[in-house]
């Protein structure tokens, strides 16, 4: 009976594992400083089928609030108005740039806004996450089909 490595297969749950746990999501957390008088514009760049979620939140001197819309890579806008914090997601039917914007043109005080937001991706409508655990798993049936094949009749 012949003595199969196996290094190619440690190898490739490696890979595997490392291209699930770094690219499937990500949420990047920012503090923006918004002047009296100023607009500030965010840009999050997203994929067909992308679900974003986003959470603003407005700290200062009273009246803490910003005027904050967004235009949708499909070029509409959404306007939530003037607000002290916000909570949202969406998905979007065509790639493009989100644009956030935080207008505090009317306000005499500077406001600090925190700003998180997360992007997941989808594949086919299934989360990339999941897509990849797929595929990958199915990749590591056929090789562990070929191992016992060439096992037995090697």
Known sequence: MMKLSKK???????????????????????????????????TIDLATGDRTSITVKVLGPAPSTIHFYMVL??????????????ELSFS???????????????SSNA??????????????????????LIAITVLLLFVAAGYIAMGKYG
């Open 111 to 132: 406001q600090l806004v925190t700003l998180n937001y997360e992007v997941e991706h989808f594949i086919f409508g299934i989360p990339q996450m999941m897509f990849l």
């Open 92 to 106: 979007t039917d065509v790639k493009g740039e989100c644009q956030l914007h935080f207008d505090n043109v009317n």
């Open 8 to 42: 190619p297969l440690y190898l490739l749950i490696i890979i595997s594992l490392i291209v699930i746990l770094t690219s499937t999501v990500y949420a990047i957390p920012e503090s923006i400083n918004v002047e009296p008088r100023k607009e500030i514009t965010r």
């Open 73 to 86: 890579p499909n070029g509409t806008t959404d306007d939530r108005g003037e607000l002290s914090q916000c």
